[in-house]
């Protein structure tokens, strides 16, 4: 169902055939261009020197990746939700670029379409909403204990008594929010209640239950309500959209892994798990590194990297098999750092044999021999730092260490030696 960002009825034929490739988002801290290289490069903000890296705000979308969208929409009268969804995937770190680019949909006369699963249509009755966000009781019971299943219908039964609103409605709200209305903001969130639990339904079974989905959806639904302008002309439901989508994901990032990845990290994953995709359905295998930074405008090193990180952490203790033993998964993994037995012994024996041979030795030729070759504590000295230890000059311990040598090669125990 195509709805319109703002109500203007030029849409058509004519007004979707305007340029939209002049158009130049008015950004304050730097262009919309976004760099490939970030790193070690730092940029001005106000008076302060920082670098990029170290802030978790993300950049713009590429100028090329809007004017894409721009021309594609201007094309066929059109942009979906999804494809906004990816031209703008960190949207709530610069609303104001995203804000231009709304005016500028709207000056070519480009309809925006949104998800049917996103935002539910004013015509349905009580009944149909309710069975259109409730969560399938065959596949999720195993997720969501029963007690969670309750209180979901519960919740679900509540919000669907509340009555959705029209345009003029939300205006006249919007209104009286700003002369700081209590009632008008809480009867906003009321309406919206359920759209937040048709976005946050689309991310159950990642680490978070639905009802702790919601209840942060709920919290970016209070931050639209607080932020939105009703002088931009679009609906709430669509400016809504992207706050609880960012609430949800931060929530996600924060919450869903034993190891906690930066929150502009984990969009960065998540835009590059989106592009793989859709490189396998294009090409039909997998993709190489090479051809996924160049859709992602990356280095090959960062794509690797992202891939690295991405991958979920699995516990040690976790069991294995379905038989009754206490079989676990670090029973099954070698461990490539530790000596095997026979090694083992070997080195023993060495070692015997080693402090065979320096008992004709003096105390102080030992103790330059131990500490040059690490025998006692494994890290070998330099001549300089042994020749500090002892209060003498390098060249003297070269000559104590070589004068030593020799009585352990002229002892009987060398032939036992050499095998090693």
């Known amino acids: 169902m195509s709805k319109d960002i703002k109500k203007s009825g030029k849409a058509g034929a004519g007004s979707a055939g305007k340029s939209a490739k002049k158009w130049k988002p008015s950004v304050k801290h730097g262009s919309a261009k976004r760099p490939r290289h970030q790193g070690g490069k730092s940029g001005k903000v106000g008076k302060k020197v920082v670098k990029k890296e170290r802030y978790a705000r993300a950049l713009p979308p590429a100028q090329s990746v809007i004017d894409r969208l721009l021309t594609k929409g201007a094309s066929r009268g059109f942009v979906t939700e999804n494809e906004v969804l990816f031209a703008f995937p960190d949207v709530e770190d610069y609303m104001k670029v995203f804000d231009d680019f709304l005016d500028e949909l709207e000056r070519i006369g480009v309809h925006f379409v949104e998800m049917k699963e996103g935002i539910l249509g004013r015509e349905q009755d009580r009944d149909d909403v309710y069975d259109k966000i409730r969560v399938s009781r065959d596949k999720k019971r195993s997720d969501i204990p029963e007690i969670s299943q309750d209180s979901i219908q519960m919740y679900l039964r509540e919000i669907g008594k509340i009555p959705l609103l029209t345009g003029e409605e939300e205006v006249a709200l919007a209104k009286r ?8 903001e809480r009867r906003l969130i009321e309406a919206n209640l359920r759209l937040v639990v048709s976005i946050a ?12 989905l919601i209840q942060e959806g709920n919290i970016g639904l209070f931050r639209a309500v607080k932020k939105f302008e009703y002088r931009k002309g679009y609906k709430f439901s669509t400016y809504a959209t992207w706050w609880i989508r960012q609430a949800i994901t931060r929530a996600l990032a924060d919450q869903s892994r034993t190891i906690r990845i ?12 989106q592009i793989e995709r859709q490189l396998i359905q294009d090409l039909g295998r997998e993709p190489l590194p090479e051809e996924i930074a160049a859709e992602m405008s990356e280095t090959i090193e960062k794509v690797l990297h992202i891939r690295k990180i991405s991958q979920d952490t699995v516990s040690l203790e976790t ?7 206490d079989s676990k998964l670090e029973d099954f993994i070698e461990d490539t750092k530790s000596i095997s037995p026979d090694r083992a012994a070997a080195r023993e024996l060495l070692k015997d044999y080693v402090h065979e041979g320096m008992k004709d030795l003096s105390p102080r030729e030992q103790k330059i021999l131990e500490m040059r070759f690490g025998l006692t504590d494994g890290v070998s000295h330099t001549l300089e730092e042994v020749g500090k230890e002892f209060d003498v000059t390098r060249e003297r311990i070269r000559q104590i260490e070589a004068k030593a040598l020799e009585k352990i090669q002229a002892h009987q125990i060398i032939g036992k030696l050499r095998d090693y």
Do not use: C, W, Y
């Open 319 to 325: 069991s294995v098999g379905d038989d009754d033993e």
């Open 201 to 212: 339904k689309k991310f159950v079974g990642k680490q978070m239950s639905l009802l702790d």
């Open 177 to 184: 929010k700003e002369r700081n209305e209590k009632e008008a």
């Open 262 to 273: 930066p929150v502009h990290m984990v969009e960065t994953i998540n835009r590059f798990m």
